[in-house]
Nanobody, 124 residues
Framework: QVQLVESGGGLVQPGGSLRLSCVASGITLDSYSVGWFRQAPGKQREAVSCISSGGYVTDFAGSVLGRVTVSRDNSKNTVYLQLNRVTPEDAAIYYC?????????????????WGLGTQVTVPS
């Protein structure tokens, strides 16, 4: 059974940083691309960033450009997202998702497996 488990969410002060982890089980991530998505209350889920199986990162959300770093540690079957200089607009549930395709896409429906998400709260 494939599982993705996100962790690292919580309360982050404006201007601070967050680092989320996505641990996979049931699959070996090294041949999968992994996307990070987020959904704020009342808004659609949006693609934030993605890392290909080869480690190439594509940032999709304009609001995170220059602030986000995505990396992967295949030995730990884990992908990370770090977001710096957070603002209240970054508050959302963050999800990781994966598909057995080495290339990245922002198209949500192409991702097979999803985690349950981790809540990030940024007070205004």
């Amino acid at each position: 059974q494939v599982q993705l488990v996100e962790s690292g969410g919580g309360l982050v002060q404006p201007g601070g940083s967050l680092r989320l982890s996505c641990v996979a089980s049931g699959i070996t991530l090294d041949s999968y691309s992994v996307g990070w998505f987020r959904q704020a209350p009342g808004k659609q889920r949006e693609a934030v960033s993605c890392i290909s199986s080869g480690g190439y990162v594509t940032d999709f959300a304009g609001s995170v450009l220059g602030r986000v770093t995505v990396s992967r540690d295949n030995s730990k079957n884990t992908v990370y997202l770090q977001l710096n200089r957070v603002t209240p607009e970054d508050a959302a549930i963050y999800y990781c998702a994966t598909k057995q395709d080495p290339r990245c896409t922002s198209d949500i429906i192409r991702y097979y497996y999803w985690g349950l998400g981790t809540q990030v709260t940024v007070p205004s």
